[in-house]
Nanobody, 125 residues
Framework: VQLQASGGGLVQAGGSLRLSCAAS????????MGWFRQAPGKEREFVAA????????YYADSVKGRFTISREKDKKTMYLQMNNLKPEDTAVYYC???????????????????WGQGTLVTVSS
């Protein structure tokens, strides 16, 4: 599985960005695709995930109500719409994909074997 993330940039607090993750090289019917982020000096943390087949979504508490994850099956692309951005959302955002995950495991970055290259999101105050 190859993943290509894009859409990062610089935005003021309260603004919006949409990240995209284009996937290739595999069928994804049993896959979870997710977004993680890593700020300087911090651990990589879970942001959101979506089950490719059903569209079921999962969110970190810190982004619930502000971020929306979605996918377009025919384009093999996943999105992360980020609204009401805060300075603490500043990080490199990575997309990831993994088959066979159960719902209780989707937030564990150590279980994902397929990663995109990351895209930087900077939110200024």
């Amino acid at each position: 599985v190859q993943l290509q993330a894009s859409g990062g940039g610089l935005v003021q607090a309260g603004g919006s960005l949409r990240l995209s993750c284009a996937a290739s090289g595999h069928t994804f019917s049993n896959y979870i695709m997710g977004w993680f982020r890593q700020a300087p000096g911090k651990e990589r943390e879970f942001v959101a995930a979506i089950r490719w087949s059903s569209g079921n979504t999962y969110y970190a508490d810190s982004v619930k109500g502000r971020f929306t994850i979605s996918r377009e099956k025919d384009k093999k692309t996943m999105y992360l719409q980020m609204n009401n951005l805060k300075p603490e959302d500043t990080a490199v955002y990575y997309c990831a994909a993994q088959g066979g995950l159960i719902a209780s495991s989707v937030s564990r970055h150590d279980l994902y074997r397929n990663w995109g290259q990351g895209t930087l999101v900077t939110v200024s105050s």
